[in-house]
C-alpha cells in the first residue's frame, strides 16, 4: 500500500526556476526519504530527513517536513534540464524497520 | 565500487514459462530488497532479507512468486508460471546497518506475452 503521496504529478519548468514537490503520508515515521529515477534507471537516494528535524538541505535540494500535517516538500532551487526525472518520497516506519513505502513519484520536466 | 547487479536487463517470454531474476547486492550490505514498479501500482515492496534470511514477505503477490537468497552475495526471484499481469520492471535494493538508504539496480524489464 502507499504511504506517501506526491503532489504534483507532473511539474513542466523552465531551466534556471526552482522546483517543489510535495509529499504526504499517513502514519508516524522514523524518516523520510527523497529518490530521483531517470528513466529506464534504478533509484537514487537523494536526502534523508529525520523525524525530529525540520529542514535539510544537499546542495540544490531542500527538503522539509512537517510531522503535525504529515507532510514533506523537496525543493529544487535553479533547475538544470539534467533533473528531468522522477522523484519518490520514501517513509520508514517501526521501530528498527528498514522497509521504505513509496509514493507513486512526481514527474518533473525541465525544458532547456 | 560496482552498484547493485541485476540480471537480465530484459525478459521476454511468454505465458506459463518459470522467470528468474537476479541480483548481486553491494558488498557489506546485508539488506536486501525486491520491489515491483508498474504505471497502476507504483513500487512495490515484494520481500526483503536481512543476514540471507526472509524477514517480510507479505507483498509477495501469489504463491507463484518465490525468493531465495543462498548467501550474501547473490539473491534471485522466482515466478513459476508467469502470467500477463506479471509484467512489470522488478528492482533489487540493498543496504547497510542503521538509517543508510537503499541502493537500486537498474532492474530487469519483464514482459510475459
Known amino acids: 500500500s502507499q504511504q506517501g503521496e506526491e503532489d504534483p504529478q507532473a511539474l513542466s519548468i523552465q531551466e534556471g526556476e526552482n522546483a517543489t514537490m510535495n509529499c504526504s503520508y499517513k502514519?508516524?515515521?522514523?524518516?523520510l526519504q527523497w529518490y530521483r529515477q531517470n528513466s529506464g534507471r534504478g533509484l537514487v537516494h537523494l536526502i534523508l530527513?529525520?523525524?525530529?528535524?525540520r529542514e535539510k538541505h544537499s546542495g540544490r535540494l531542500r527538503v522539509t517536513l512537517d510531522t503535525s500535517k504529515k507532510s514533506s516538500s523537496l525543493l529544487i532551487t535553479a533547475s538544470r534540464a539534467a533533473d528531468t526525472a522522477s522523484y519518490f518520497c520514501?517513509?520508514?516506519?517501526?521501530?528498527?524497520?528498514?522497509?521504505?513505502?513509496f509514493g507513486k513519484g512526481t514527474k518533473l520536466s525541465v525544458i532547456p | 565500487d560496482a552498484g547493485v547487479i541485476q540480471s537480465p536487463r530484459h525478459e521476454v517470454t511468454e505465458m506459463g514459462q518459470e522467470v528468474t531474476l537476479r541480483c548481486k547486492p553491494i558488498?557489506?550490505?546485508?539488506?536486501l530488497f525486491w520491489y515491483r514498479q508498474t504505471m497502476m501500482r507504483g513500487l512495490e515492496l515484494l520481500i526483503y532479507?536481512?543476514?540471507?534470511?526472509?524477514?517480510?514477505d507479505s507483498g509477495m503477490p501469489e504463491d507463484r512468486f518465490s525468493a531465495k537468497m543462498p548467501n550474501a552475495s547473490f539473491s534471485t526471484l522466482k515466478i513459476q508460471p508467469s502470467e500477463p499481469r506479471d509484467s512489470a520492471v522488478y528492482f533489487c535494493?540493498?543496504?547497510?546497518?542503521?538509517?543508510?538508504?537503499?541502493?537500486f539496480g537498474d532492474g530487469t524489464r519483464l514482459s510475459i506475452l
Open positions: 520514501a517513509t520508514v516506519s517501526g521501530a528498527g524497520s528498514y522497509q521504505l513505502t
Open positions: 532479507f536481512n543476514n540471507n534470511v526472509p524477514i517480510d
Open positions: 530527513i529525520r523525524s525530529n528535524e
Open positions: 502514519t508516524s515515521i522514523n524518516n
Open positions: 558488498s557489506g550490505h546485508n539488506s
Open positions: 535494493a540493498s543496504t547497510g546497518q542503521g538509517e543508510q538508504p537503499q541502493h
